[in-house]
């Protein structure tokens, strides 16, 4: 998939011409803890937010958006946090992609890595616990040398890495097995060109569509509850029997058809396709 990200600094943009031109998804700047400059945090909104998430959606664009980090202190990063997911209240609908931590200012080479990595999972449980999905935005330096990623293995990230000549071709493999494998989304150029858009623009490929996994999602909690005395089959690429669970024999799904006796399950509903 071929993907965007952009701020004010793209001024306003043409978002159908940028889908007909190949663009599947885009992260857009929805906010910042504050100034570059300053040590106390401001949040504030990205100008362009509003226009650019609403324009980009109604293009048929899957959106996604990130936040550049700026607090130094566990408040601070809570105070950002809460100020992007109350902006992004109102176009949740339209996020259907990851909510990313832009986890780069220079200020952060200053602390250990395992200070800056408790910011981080700070501000991604509470956007994980708004009901998105985090992902974390670094380059090679930070990703090797100011964050401990041993203590963030389940978050995703998304991977800064420019090659001289910058191309999309030449797939990175410079991180470290465990850490490759969790680049969902990589940032190749930030001079690309792209037609609806005025001057240079960020270049990014997603090697996964979260936009299709969250329709599985809403579909699954969309579906109709079992029901008691229900014959249903347990899939044969189904492993756990609920998540964190004990594993389904091979026998069970072989050989057995499968009567509900009960619709809840530790007082929660069971819903077909779901856990």
Same mark, same amino acid.
């Given at each position: 998939? /071929? ?37 106390? &945090? ?17 293009? #048929? ?5 990130? $936040? ?8 601070? *990063? ?32 200053? %602390?250990?890595?395992? !200070?800056?990595?408790?910011? =981080?999972?700070? !501000? ?6 708004? #009901? %998105? ?8 330096? !930070?990703?090797?040398? $100011? =964050?401990?990623?041993?203590? +963030?293995?389940? +978050? ?18 410079? +991180? ?27 270049? /990014? ?7 299709? *996994? /969250?329709?599985? *999602? ?15 089959? &347990?899939?044969?690429?189904?492993? $756990?029997? !609920?998540? #964190?669970?004990?594993? &389904?024999?091979?026998? *069970?799904?072989?050989?057995?058809? $499968? ?6 399950? %530790? ?9």
């Amino acid at each position: 998939m /071929n993907g965007i990200d952009v701020s004010k600094w793209q001024g306003k943009i043409d978002w159908k011409r940028v889908k007909n031109s190949g663009i599947d998804f885009a992260f857009i700047k929805a906010s910042q803890g504050g100034s570059i400059a300053a040590s106390a &945090i401001s949040p504030f909104t990205d100008s362009c937010f509003k226009s650019n998430i609403t324009e980009a959606a109604a293009a #048929g664009i899957s959106c996604g958006v990130y $936040h550049y980090l700026t607090g130094t202190t566990n408040e601070d *990063v809570i105070a950002e946090a809460e100020y992007l997911i109350s902006i992004l209240e109102q176009y949740k609908d339209l996020v259907v992609f990851p909510v990313a931590l832009d986890f780069e200012d220079s200020r952060y080479t200053a %602390y250990h890595k395992t !200070f800056n990595s408790a910011l =981080i999972r700070i !501000f991604t449980d509470i956007v994980k616990n708004a #009901g %998105y999905t985090p992902l974390l935005y670094a380059n090679r330096s !930070f990703l090797r040398t $100011h =964050i401990d990623m041993s203590s +963030l293995s389940d +978050l995703d990230i998304w991977y800064a890495r420019y090659y001289t000549p910058r191309s999309k071709e030449k797939t990175p493999d410079d +991180l470290p097995e465990a850490l490759m494998k969790k680049v969902t989304v990589w940032q190749w150029s930030d001079s690309g060109t792209v037609d609806g858009i005025i001057g240079k623009v960020d270049m /990014n490929v997603s090697f996964f569509d979260y936009a299709k *996994v /969250n329709v599985i *999602v809403e579909e699954q909690e969309k579906a109709p509850p079992f029901a008691v005395g229900d014959t249903v089959e &347990i899939k044969q690429a189904s492993v $756990h029997y !609920f998540e #964190g669970g004990a594993v &389904i024999p091979r026998w *069970v799904k072989d050989d057995y058809d $499968h009567i509900i006796t009960s619709d809840t399950y %530790y007082k929660k509903q069971v819903i077909k396709s779901g856990s």
